[in-house]
């Protein structure tokens, strides 16, 4: 899960405190696609499907236009939120805790 990922470079999982409701995910892909996810997304515990970070494909490697990672969001109608040839996720903090 990339929820699980990002719990282990320091953002707490699963349940997520009121002060990261209001943080995004830009990930970006090595063609110079993007997506932002909100971080509540990533939380099993607000979101049905899964959200994955992807470095194989049943059990094989990806392919080199694929890879090296890839965001797979499970249940979405269309794939927009999907990302391929992922090479950056920054964590961007939105809100304002003193507003």
């Given at each position: 899960?990339?929820?699980d ?7 707490p999982?699963s ?23 909100g971080l ?23 392919a ?6 890839m ?13 391929r ?15």
């Amino acid at each position: 899960l990339l929820l699980d990922v990002l719990a282990r470079v320091g953002i707490p999982a699963s349940p997520l405190r009121k002060d990261q409701q209001a943080t995004a995910l830009l990930i970006t892909a090595a063609d110079g696609y993007q997506v932002v996810l909100g971080l509540p997304e990533t939380d099993p515990a607000t979101r049905a499907d899964r959200i994955i970070l992807a470095d194989t494909d049943d059990g094989e490697p990806l392919a080199p236009e694929d890879g090296p990672f890839m965001i797979v969001a499970e249940g979405d109608a269309r794939a927009a939120k999907s990302a391929r040839m992922v090479v950056s996720i920054r964590v961007i903090p939105l809100g304002d805790p003193a507003s």
